[in-house]
């Protein structure tokens, strides 16, 4: 290893980082806090063939697509993960995250359990840190704060909360999002964290 040209923490490729909790578990605002502090951390845009909810910006918030362009993209192996969420089709842009990583930048990926899962067998080096959600009933006040599901929807959403929670062992970490600025302290801290990791040093 060089440790002239190694400096402070790590060099070469960057980190995969991969957040994932419950649906209501406050990721997303979470990731978004995240990135202020850290504005050096990319974050993936995933495809989806949900409609953009109120405010979404496409090409920003995701890249909403239908479904026969979706399937375009999966077929040759085009994600390097994707999954059905309540129904609609969620995918990483496998390119977009390998140039980012080439470039030696680190990406952040909010997705699902079951995409954290698929990222685990794919890429072993990478960090899962799984959000743990709120007590249930802060959890329905927020789903119902958001204001876009149908009771049916938020029935539907809570019960694959439960499902969801059971995957958490195949994370290596995980943060209680009770309070967001203690959320946000811990992400960082594991950012930081791993990204002095010797074995992450160029050698
Ligand atoms: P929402 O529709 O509320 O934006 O997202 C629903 C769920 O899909 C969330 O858990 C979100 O993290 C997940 N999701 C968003 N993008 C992706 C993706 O590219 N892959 C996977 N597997 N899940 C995603």
């Not at 995933?46 to 909403?64: A, I, L, N, Q």
Request: hydrophobic share 35%; with cysteine; charged share 35%.
């Amino acid at each position: 290893m060089n440790i002239e040209t190694a400096g402070n923490g790590k060099q070469g490729r960057g980190i995969l980082f991969v957040i994932s909790s419950t649906s209501g578990g406050g990721k997303t605002t979470l990731a978004r806090r995240l990135l202020k502090s850290l504005p050096d951390l990319a974050l993936s845009v995933s495809y989806t063939t949900r409609d953009p909810r109120k405010g979404e910006v496409d090409g920003s918030d995701y890249h909403f697509i239908e479904r026969d362009e979706f399937n375009k993209i999966k077929e040759p192996g085009g994600f390097l993960e994707w999954a059905e969420v309540y129904g609609e089709y969620y995918g990483t842009s496998r390119l977009a995250v390998e140039s980012v990583i080439e470039q030696g930048r680190d990406v952040l990926l909010d997705i699902d359990v079951q995409g954290g899962r698929q990222i685990r067998d794919r890429i072993p080096e990478a960090v899962l840190i799984f959000i743990i959600p709120p007590e249930r009933d802060e959890l329905i006040r927020r789903l119902r704060n958001r204001g876009t599901e149908s009771p049916s929807q938020l029935e539907k959403r809570l019960s694959a909360a439960r499902e969801e929670l059971a995957l958490m062992p195949f994370y290596d970490y995980a943060i209680r999002n009770d309070d967001l600025e203690e959320a946000v302290e811990a992400l960082r801290s594991i950012i930081i964290a791993e990204r002095c990791r010797v074995t992450r040093w160029r050698k």
